[in-house]
């Protein structure tokens, strides 16, 4: 029964911890622009994640080694140092993302400033990853997401005309919008889907939890049941801006308008539900983001890290982190738009989506790490062809991004 | 001397002509002393490429098909130049001696 | 202490292949750094080696500043003026057992 409950309870938090900043606005801004033709592309992005989360986790779980431990292994000083500096800025923007998305979430309840509530966030973030169990936050922050179910639920309490969203789901470019803004947006979004960070936190916290060969079953049930139904989370977000702000033609400017269909819909008590959701899941995001940070410099280090050992054990991992969050902290308080990083990260992290993906079908091959563990034809097939979609995206991104002038 | 001094350095065969780059220094633990020693077996040149096969060098590890082929075929023609057969080391090449063997690259484990 | 299998005497392996960029970890399991290079035994340098020479050893697994070389190109400053290159600016470390790899050295 425990074991019943054990896995229950991976499965909720995959599902709740699936959606960051980066999901909430980009999901928000497609859907007020181009409707539900960019459905298509999260589907291909929660596919993709699954089956290479799948295997990094089979990884993680079989040879002990975390991505970053691999990605040196494998691609050598040089070549692995350049892509620690790509990754760790990019994870970088994210975690700036996430951490204004924390205090966004605080101004749309508050109505104060996020300015103020910029260095709070990026204290709460610093105090739970320095004292804070790994799977009590990790727990904590996943089931509390559930909340953002509320977008889900929205949408039938908004009685919407179903045969007519059906018929958007075909895709097609708006006539009012250039190609190049469409295709910019199905990069975001696959982008948002996708985000490399998701995969470093994803393996180094098998490692956290000690993870065997036997937890693959667990790992497998969290991957391809929980990253689904959090996607499904993440099209409702679509979905509700296409019922509600894409006829009024309403811009996403902030959190308030990511939130406008759901208070439409529900009232106080859905906009509760969905205040605590989004803001455990950008919290969550940005503990991830931030562990990720001091993952990857200290894999490829050799350093000691992990939240299983004492802080003073890890001390370099640690200062890594609190760097970082300094960091994203300073970047936030010169008053940039946390929305306009959010729409910026996960346009980089499309671009960084190989320097991550390509070492880990690598080394899931590899018999002298994995055993009898290696992936099967489906996964290596999958996996190929996830990483022609990958390059198609990293390559394509920065001269979309001047085409359409980052989707203006 | 470090393994830097050897990596990636040109290779020359006894007439001065470059054949390839160093890409890897292959070893051998001998057992005589405990803990063991490991001593250089030789060499192992690439004619074509100096970047990394991403470990598609060795011969178990053959899949995805795609990216094995594509490596495997960037770094075709790599050989295993005995110890005994390099003349002379310095900090851009290394010179062999007349008559010096190519022995199979393949994976040693 | 037994030897774990992947030391046992007569394995051959690669050296960047197999030992470059592995992790470290001390006898307790704690991971220490990464191997960034190898010190191995002196030969003659820019002259003629005798025929007979032994081949040289490995003496130390390398960490610290002689990883900056192998990123970014160029080399430590020499121990002496002579023809052998030393390795003392990379600091050596001699760890009592990597992760799967040999490492015993000396």
């Known amino acids: ?408 | 001397m470090i393994l830097s001094d050897l990596m990636r350095n040109d290779v020359l065969d006894p007439s001065g002509d470059r054949i390839g780059r160093v890409i890897d220094i292959r070893l051998r633990l001998e057992g005589v002393q405990d803990p063991s020693v490991a001593r250089v077996v030789g060499l192992v040149v690439s004619p074509r490429s100096a970047a990394s096969f991403l470990g598609y060098e060795r011969s178990d590890l053959t899949r995805p098909v795609l990216l094995a082929g594509l490596l495997r075929w960037m770094h075709r023609g790599s050989f295993l130049v005995p110890w005994s057969d390099v003349l002379r080391i310095d900090s851009r090449e290394v010179r062999l001696r007349p008559g010096y063997r190519r022995e199979s690259a393949a994976d040693p484990a | 202490m037994s030897k774990s299998p992947s030391v046992r005497a007569g394995r051959v392996f690669d050296a960047r292949l197999q030992l470059l960029d592995r992790q470290v970890l001390d006898p307790d399991g704690m991971p220490v750094t990464a191997v960034a290079g190898l010190e191995l035994s002196d030969v003659p340098w820019g002259e003629d080696l005798p025929a007979d020479a032994e081949a040289p050893v490995v003496t130390a697994l390398l960490t610290g500043p002689v990883l900056g070389t192998r990123v970014f190109g160029g080399r430590l400053p020499r121990r002496d003026g002579s023809g052998s290159r030393g390795a003392t600016s990379g600091r050596s470390a001699r760890p009592s057992r990597s992760r799967d790899q040999p490492t015993r050295t000396r």
Not at chain 1, 349 to 360: E, G, K, V, W
Not at chain 1, 374 to 396: C, D
Request: hydrophobic residues 55%; contains cysteine.
């Open chain 1, 1 to 408: 029964m425990s074991k019943l409950f054990a896995l229950a309870l991976g499965i909720l938090t995959a599902i709740g911890g699936f959606v960051d900043i980066g999901d909430l606005v980009t999901n928000a801004v497609v859907g007020s622009r181009f409707g539900l033709g960019l459905v298509w592309v999260t589907i291909l992005g929660v596919v993709g994640i699954c089956v290479y989360a799948n295997m990094a986790g089979r990884v993680a779980a079989v040879s002990g080694r975390a991505t970053f431990e691999i990605i040196r292994e494998r691609l050598g000083a040089r070549a692995g140092m350049a892509n620690l500096v790509a990754s760790f800025l990019i994870n970088l923007l994210t975690m700036c993302a996430e951490i204004g998305g924390v205090a966004l979430v605080f101004q749309l309840v508050t109505g104060i400033s996020p300015l103020l509530w910029i260095p709070l966030a990026g204290f709460g973030v610093w105090i739970v990853v320095w004292r804070a169990k790994f799977s009590a936050l990790e727990n904590a922050t996943g089931l509390l997401g559930l909340g953002l179910i509320a977008f889900s639920v929205a949408i039938f309490l908004l009685h919407p005309n179903w045969g007519q969203l059906g018929e958007q789901l075909i895709p097609r470019i708006p006539v009012t919008e250039d190609p190049s803004t469409y295709w910019y947006y199905a990069v975001g979004l696959f982008g948002a889907a996708m985000t490399p960070y998701e995969v470093f936190f994803f393996s180094s916290g098998g490692i956290e939890e000690k993870w065997t060969a036997k937890s693959i079953g667990t790992m497998r049930a969290n991957v391809f049941v929980g990253f689904p139904l959090g996607g499904i989370l993440s099209i409702s977000i679509a979905v509700c801006a296409t019922i509600v702000l894409l006829p009024q033609a309403i811009a996403v400017t902030s959190l308030s308008q990511v939130a406008l269909p759901v208070i439409q819909a529900g009232g106080t008590i859905a906009f509760a539900f969905l205040v605590v959701g989004m803001a455990a899941a950008v919290f969550g995001a940005a503990l991830e983001t931030t562990l990720s940070s001091g993952y990857t410099i200290a894999q490829y280090f050799g350093w000691s890290w992990g939240k299983f050992r004492r802080p003073a054990k890890a001390a370099r991992f640690h200062l890594v982190m609190l760097a970082g969050l300094i960091i994203a902290v300073i970047v936030l308080m010169t008053g940039v738009d946390p929305i306009a990083v959010t729409e910026f990260s996960v346009v980089f992290s499309a671009i960084a989506l190989p320097l991550t993906y390509i070492p880990i079908l690598i080394v899931s091959n590899d018999r002298g790490y994995m055993g009898r563990f290696v992936n099967g034809r489906v996964s290596n097939a999958l996996g190929i062809v996830f990483l022609v979609v990958i390059l198609v995206a990293s390559i394509a991104a920065i001269p979309l991004m001047i085409i359409s002038g980052a989707g203006q």
